[in-house]
C-alpha cells in the first residue's frame, strides 16, 4: 500500500507538475501568444486534506517556464514531512514547447530525492538521480533509445493540436506523451471523458475533462503491485483551463484513484492574464 502512494504521487506530480499543459495551434499562424499563469492547489486523499502547492507558468513567443512546488499539511504532517519542488524550461519551436532542463527536489520524512535533466529536442543529453535507482534483475533497464523523443514530467502533455477553433473542443484531449523522469519511461494518453463547469477564483466557465492512461515502458519492476495498479486504471482524469492570452490549457483539477479512496489536486486559485511583449521578456 505505501508503495502504491508513493508511485501515485510520483506519477501525480508529474502530471500536475504540470504535465498538463497543451498548446492548441492555429493553422499556420503564431498561436503561442504571452500570458502567465500563477495557480493554487490543494491535495486531498478521500476528502482529507493533506497538503497544497502553487504552480506558475510563463508563456512567452520563444520561451517558456514552469515553476511548482507543494508541501503536505494537517494529517499528513503526523506520518512525516514531505515537499517538493519542480522547474521546467525550455524554447519555442514551431508552436510546440521544446523543454532544455528539468529539476525537482522531493523530501518524504528523512529520505530526499534530486532529479536534474538536460534535454535537447526531445532527447536527453544528461541526467542525475540521486539516490541511484537500485538495482534489481527484475527491473526493465532504460536503454538509449528510451531517452529518446521524450518530454520530462513538467512538460509531459505539452503538445500541438492542430486547427484554429475553440481551445476547449473535445477533440484536444487526444493526445499521447512520452514521458522520462529520470528513473522510469512511461507514456500517458489521454482521451475525451467530458464537459464540467468550474468556479474558483480567477476562473469560472467550462473545463475540458479528460481520460488519462498509463503505460510504463522501462526502469519499472513489472510485477510491483504499485505498476499493476496504475497500469489497471481507468478513472483517473485532468481538468483542463484556458490560460489567458494564449491558447494553452493547464489542468485545473487532477483526480487518481488509490487503495485509500481517490486522490485529487484541486486548484484554489487560477488567475491568468496575457503579458505584454516587454512583460514577457522580463519573467523568462
Known amino acids: 500500500m505505501v508503495c502504491a502512494a508513493h508511485l501515485t504521487r510520483r506519477i501525480g506530480f508529474g502530471l500536475l507538475a504540470l504535465c498538463g499543459l497543451v498548446i492548441?495551434?492555429?493553422?499556420?499562424?503564431?498561436?503561442?501568444?504571452?500570458?502567465?499563469l500563477e495557480a493554487r492547489y490543494n491535495a486531498t486523499l478521500a476528502g482529507i486534506k493533506l497538503g497544497q502547492g502553487t504552480w506558475i507558468v510563463d508563456a512567452g513567443e520563444d520561451q517558456f517556464t514552469a515553476v511548482a512546488s507543494g508541501m503536505t499539511t494537517g494529517l499528513a504532517r503526523v506520518f512525516g514531512r514531505g515537499e517538493g519542488t519542480g522547474a521546467s524550461r525550455g524554447l519555442v519551436k514551431g508552436n510546440e514547447f521544446s523543454p532544455?532542463?528539468?529539476?525537482?527536489?522531493m523530501i518524504t520524512g528523512k529520505k530526499t530525492e534530486e532529479i536534474r535533466i538536460t534535454l535537447n529536442a526531445g532527447a536527453v543529453k544528461d541526467f542525475d538521480v540521486i539516490p541511484p535507482t537500485p538495482p534489481s534483475s527484475a527491473r526493465i533497464p532504460v536503454t538509449d533509445a528510451h531517452r529518446r523523443n521524450v518530454f520530462d514530467p513538467m512538460t509531459a502533455s505539452l503538445v500541438r493540436v492542430p486547427g484554429n477553433g475553440d481551445v476547449l473542443a473535445q477533440d484536444n484531449c487526444q493526445r499521447h506523451a512520452p514521458v522520462f523522469d529520470g528513473r522510469m519511461r512511461y507514456d500517458l494518453t489521454m482521451t475525451f471523458k467530458r464537459f464540467e463547469k468550474f468556479k474558483v477564483k480567477g476562473y469560472?466557465?467550462?473545463?475540458?475533462?479528460?481520460?488519462?492512461?498509463?503505460?510504463?515502458?522501462?526502469?519499472h519492476i513489472p510485477d510491483r503491485p504499485a505498476i499493476k495498479y496504475l497500469?489497471?486504471?481507468r478513472d483517473m482524469e485532468v481538468w483542463l483551463a484556458p490560460i489567458a492570452?494564449?491558447?494553452?490549457?493547464?489542468?485545473?483539477?487532477?483526480s487518481i484513484p488509490t487503495p485509500f479512496g481517490t486522490g485529487e489536486l484541486?486548484?484554489?486559485?487560477?488567475v491568468s492574464a496575457p503579458l505584454s511583449a516587454r512583460a514577457a521578456a522580463k519573467t523568462q
Not at 492548441?24 to 502567465?36: I, K, L, S, T
Open 231 to 233: 497500469v489497471a486504471q
Open 100 to 105: 532544455t532542463s528539468y529539476a525537482a527536489s
Open 24 to 36: 492548441v495551434d492555429g493553422a499556420g499562424e503564431a498561436v503561442f501568444a504571452q500570458g502567465r
Open 245 to 254: 492570452g494564449t491558447r494553452v490549457l493547464a489542468p485545473i483539477k487532477l
Open 204 to 219: 469560472e466557465g467550462q473545463v475540458l475533462v479528460c481520460s488519462i492512461y498509463f503505460a510504463p515502458l522501462a526502469g
Open 266 to 270: 484541486e486548484a484554489t486559485q487560477f
